[in-house]
Every structure is written in structure tokens, then in C-alpha cells.
């Protein structure tokens, strides 16, 4: 089970971009990166999935590096409201078992 | 419409009691999980069913037993609660097993 290390905390102010990056070393070949938003009190919520390179919704880009050992969630121009915690997580299928770890809480200040 | 709900939302008993939290989703999707979120934030998978049959089942205690009666329900019932149980649970369905949607989550609170 591919495990993956995040910043524990980040700061920024409205109006910047953010880019918080995941370390996973062991990704396996078959593995997809994954990034989900958790606000207090509520579930967590599917931002972006990525295998290789880049991909970009209307939400969030993530950038990954050919080696695939790290990846980087990019939110363009944040807001308030885009403070919570984020969670990278890598793996595939129905039988994979989804590890969230301690995830990055994102700060964003006026 | 809620896509993912729980009932109910907040949980207090004491421990040794019995319990139950159910979860129901509206979306079509075929695999439901149960997970469990500790005071540390830490996210943990339980259980996951795919049309009604268990397919990940963590390891956890065997007080804690899920039940699906169809494929838009996920129920989870816990015996004999004690207090490392108090935590919030997530339920949350998906159709891809990628994007999963969560519910509001059940704060349970053992005394």
C-alpha cells in the first residue's frame, strides 16, 4: 500500500496560487493519484485524479513528474473558502483500501 | 436531494450499549464504505461493499458488523461500544472507486 507524505500545514493569503505537493516513493505502476478537500465537519470531497503528466479541472490542476514518486496539487487564485484540509492518496480499483494520512491543512488568510 | 445521508448525525451513549448508523444514497452508484475519522483527523477505511457483497473489510474490531440490504443502503452496527469508538463515521458511495462521495458523517460519542 503506497504511502504518501504531505506538508502538515500551509499558509496563504487570497488571491495567490497554492501548490502543495505529496511525496509517494512507492507508487506502484498501476496506482492513480487522487486529491480530495475536507472542510470541518464534512465529508471529504473528490477534487482531481491524475496518472501521468498534467490535468486540470475547473476546480484544481495536478501537475505529475515522469518518475510519478511526487505530485503537486495547484489551486489557482484561493479564497477564504478554500481553507480546509487536503488529502493526496494513491492506489487503484475497487479493492484498493483509500489511505488518507494526516493530510495538508490549507490556511487562507484575508 | 442529499446525494450521501447518515442518520443520525450525533451519536452519545454509554459504553456497552449497542448502536446503529445508517446511510443511505441516492446517486445509483454500486460500492458503498464505511470510514472512521479519529480526534487526529486520521481517515480510515472499514468496510466497503459492492452490490451488497463485502469486497474490504479492515481490520476492526468484530463489534462492528455493516449490513447492506440493497445496494443504496450501508447500515453499521456496533456491540458492546467502548470509548476508543468515539469518532465521527463517514459513509460514502461510489460508481468510479476513485470519486468517492462522503455524507455528512455520525459523531459518535461513547461516555
Known amino acids: 500500500l503506497a504511502k504518501t507524505t504531505q506538508p502538515i500545514s500551509m499558509d496563504s493569503y487570497e488571491g495567490q496560487e497554492v501548490n502543495i505537493t505529496c511525496s509517494h516513493n512507492?507508487?506502484?505502476?498501476?496506482?492513480?493519484i487522487t486529491w480530495y478537500q475536507q472542510f470541518p465537519s464534512q465529508g471529504p470531497r473528490f477534487i482531481i485524479q491524475?496518472?501521468?503528466t498534467k490535468v486540470t479541472n475547473e476546480v484544481a490542476s495536478l501537475f505529475i513528474p515522469a518518475d510519478r514518486k511526487s505530485s503537486t496539487l495547484s489551486l489557482p487564485r484561493v479564497s477564504l473558502s478554500d481553507t480546509a484540509v487536503y488529502y493526496c492518496?494513491?492506489?487503484?480499483?475497487?479493492?484498493?483500501?483509500?489511505?488518507f494520512g494526516s493530510g495538508t491543512k490549507l490556511n487562507v488568510k484575508p | 436531494d442529499t446525494a450521501v445521508s447518515q442518520t443520525p448525525k450525533y451519536l452519545v451513549t454509554q459504553m456497552g450499549n449497542d448502536k446503529s448508523i445508517k446511510c443511505e444514497q441516492n446517486?445509483?452508484?454500486?460500492?458503498m464504505y464505511w470510514y472512521k475519522q479519529d480526534s487526529k483527523k486520521f481517515l480510515k477505511i472499514m468496510f466497503s461493499?459492492?452490490?451488497?457483497?463485502?469486497?474490504i473489510n479492515e481490520t476492526v474490531p468484530n463489534r462492528f458488523s455493516p449490513k447492506s440490504p440493497d445496494k443504496a443502503h450501508l447500515n453499521l452496527h456496533i456491540n458492546s461500544l467502548e470509548l476508543g469508538d468515539s469518532a465521527v463515521y463517514f459513509c460514502?458511495?461510489?460508481?468510479?472507486?476513485?470519486?468517492?462521495?462522503f455524507g455528512p458523517g455520525t459523531r459518535l460519542t461513547v461516555t
Open positions: 446517486l445509483g452508484h454500486d460500492t
Open positions: 461493499y459492492n452490490n451488497k457483497e463485502l469486497i
Open positions: 492518496l494513491v492506489g487503484e480499483g475497487y479493492f484498493n483500501k483509500f489511505y
Open positions: 460514502a458511495s461510489s460508481q468510479d472507486w476513485y470519486e468517492q462521495y
Open positions: 491524475g496518472y501521468k
Open positions: 512507492n507508487i506502484a505502476t498501476n496506482d492513480y
